[in-house]
């Protein structure tokens, strides 16, 4: 964590779907990150409804840190209350801001035409919107949404939309007032490097902190298993990067093995990275994980030099006929078999014409269940110009979880095949 | 929302990791949704890290509320406080509870000869976690980490594990204890219903609900837009259901059209059961959306029946090799082009062997991208035994939104082939 010395800084998310369990806040997360990356140290953030006293008392404990950014609740209608109670926890007075309602009546009169509603429905939301706390320098509009900075006593407030589209256009262009660059110029952006690991597990890497001095002096390490790797995280405040140094050096000896990338990239930008250095294309056949390593690694831009395509065959039909997996394969050892993903691996590369072809063959749920082959049981296989590598797994989830863990195991395993070879 | 005389709760969640932006958290969705439909009203959730002095003070507003439920900081090293400061914010004292730790050494000693390590190691942890406030009430352990209820003044509070699994698993059994029904009971649990529609604005939804009467006398409406799609929940407390028929009726006329379903089941369910009623099986043809149609149709348990496979054709070669799009079609047409998606569509049909062939065919990302053919252009046809249906759209997103779009586009235009015909 940054040094107590660091800004500190509250975010306060407001909107009643998110108290509700309706809709996830991604607001949050994104400017905490941010907030880190400058060297803030974030130290709470308050989700709230629209109730008044609750959205109140969250900006009251907000104005009490170095930085204070709330995301929503700057719409046109009685239920968007952020301004106004931002005004009252910081006993400020709220006036209209005569340029800003310039700028919002001709947007909301655009509006208006486009609908072909008259400008009058919309006049007093304009004045509404308009309305700010006195000293607010406004960073831009999100539509007819101002976005602000506003200093209250040691507190520089940032209040920003909810749609996280304008929440971070608006967060940019706020970096750049001064009134908000004077704080986060007392900050000291820490580094950050990230080791990520697949295929040993956390408590492993534990001990290998552990025994390797374990963090502190300036190093905040975090260990964390996510998608079925383990990703270790060290943030080196400014100066201790020699003991970050040391500390990896001492720390990746016993799992270096396990280590497959320094930063933040994703396996299947690894994967594809891996490929195209070879000039290797690949493709994918699946049945249980159904188009989940397909879309991973299309979800990549710049995908397409590599990967061509893939073969979801659901149906034991399907891997015969667009697969070609033989008949007497399936008979003899089952759809989820190492026969069976060997065939569509190989099969996938042939049909449709590429350098690697890689299969997911296992049982997500309770159809096709039995006792020999329990729900959860995984077969995987790779097959390349360089050789063929298998894997499987039998895994005690539920059908999601086990969907994605073989996913993440596939793509592992195009990354050992391309990358050992 | 619950009426004011509902019990009220605070959500407190414990990480680093989610005041750093490292991950997202799940268990305040979970909670609050739980609570809400109890009948319990969430007025906030506060996300902290492991900073003692904010983990107490976010503890100290928690208990504030008539029901406080923790997620995190229960294991056994010093990071982990949710129990001592707890404690000390509800100025209860702590004691080792003998039943729990026999419980917990038991456990412990079970790990430490799997890890093959000595017990000592474990034993300072055992009697950490074995340490609860006075008049603790425990529900039952996850691993080592006891969760428990504590009646503290006006107000229990629930302390859970923070991994989303045992989480979820000891809440249900807190909800069991004595302590923890006495508050619930006093909770009337609102009705709940939904409503989803596609193709339609929010703006005219929320029209239409304004004409209706707009929600209130214990009607409370959201309307959401959310995946694509409108979704409208309407929190019905006691005694006004006949107030939320009478909304519902007046509401729908305009909008009917684009109702799809009435609760909360997914478009790829709605897809699969339409297609379960009439017997048809269905396969998939994707390019832009690589998989991720494919994806949403297999998330669904059973819908192997119904569901037979896809082709991903991320290259041309594959469009033709695989799905048997005559080349003069990739030629004259392109690639992006309503003729090339419906010979996908009735390619997919034919190799695959399905009743019904749905094929996605656009521009998620710069390659490709021409002045003609711009990012965001998707086009969709859906083949089927009563006929064909197809559609296209032009989408200023980024390429995951321009991909999600496109997959739920997919999804509702099988729907509309097979539930219109």
């Not at 149906?315 to 008949?327: H, I, N, Q, R, T």
Request: hydrophobic share 45%; with cysteine.
């Amino acid at each position: 964590m940054a040094s107590r010395l660091s800004p500190r800084a509250a975010v306060v998310v407001t909107g009643s779907e998110l108290v509700r369990g309706d809709r996830r806040d991604l607001n949050g997360p994104f400017l905490v990150h941010e907030l880190l990356s400058l060297g803030v140290e974030p130290a709470r953030i308050t989700i709230v409804g629209d109730a008044p006293d609750e959205l109140e008392a969250a900006l009251r404990e907000g104005l009490a840190y170095d930085v204070l950014v709330t995301s929503g609740g700057l719409g046109p209608t009685h239920d968007d209350r952020t301004v106004e109670l931002l005004a009252r926890a910081a006993g400020v007075e709220l006036e209209v801001d005569a340029a800003v309602e310039r700028e919002i009546e001709a947007r909301s009169r655009a509006v208006a035409e486009r609908l072909r509603r008259p400008y009058a429905d919309f006049a007093s939301g304009v004045t509404k919107q308009a309305t700010l706390p006195r000293g607010a320098v406004v960073a831009g509009l999100a539509g007819t949404a101002p976005a602000f900075a506003l200093i209250v006593g040691e507190c520089v407030a940032v209040v920003l939309p909810g749609p996280p589209g304008e929440l971070q256009a608006l967060w940019h262009r706020a970096l750049d007032l001064d009134v908000v660059r004077s704080v986060v110029a007392r900050a000291q952006p820490p580094q950050r490097r990230t080791l990520r690991f697949y295929g040993v597990s956390e408590s492993s890497v534990a001990a290998a902190l552990e025994a390797a001095g374990g963090d502190g002096d300036g190093v905040d390490a975090t260990i964390c298993a996510r998608h079925f790797e383990i990703h270790v995280d060290l943030v080196v405040a400014p100066g201790a990067e020699r003991r970050a140094d040391a500390l990896e050096a001492a720390l990746l000896p016993p799992v270096e093995g396990f280590l497959y990338t320094r930063g933040e990239a994703p396996v299947e930008a690894v994967v594809l990275d891996a490929c195209r250095a070879r000039g290797w294309t690949l493709a994918t056949a699946e049945s249980c994980t159904g188009g989940m390593v397909a879309e991973r690694l299309t979800s990549v831009p710049g995908s397409s030099d590599v990967y061509v395509g893939s073969v979801v065959s659901y149906a034991d039909a399907v891997k015969e006929s667009a697969l070609g997996v033989p008949a007497e394969v399936l008979r003899a050892h089952g759809a989820v078999s190492a026969a069976t993903a060997a065939a569509m691996a190989r099969g996938v590369r042939e049909r449709i014409g590429a350098d690697i072809g890689v299969a997911v063959t296992g049982i997500a749920g309770q159809g096709g269940a039995t006792a020999e082959k329990p729900v959860g049981l995984v077969y995987l296989h790779a097959s390349g110009p360089a050789g063929e590598l298998a894997a499987d797994f039998s895994y005690g989830g539920d059908r999601e979880s086990i969907r994605r863990r073989a996913t993440v195991a596939a793509l592992h395993l195009v990354r050992r095949l391309v990358t050992e070879s």
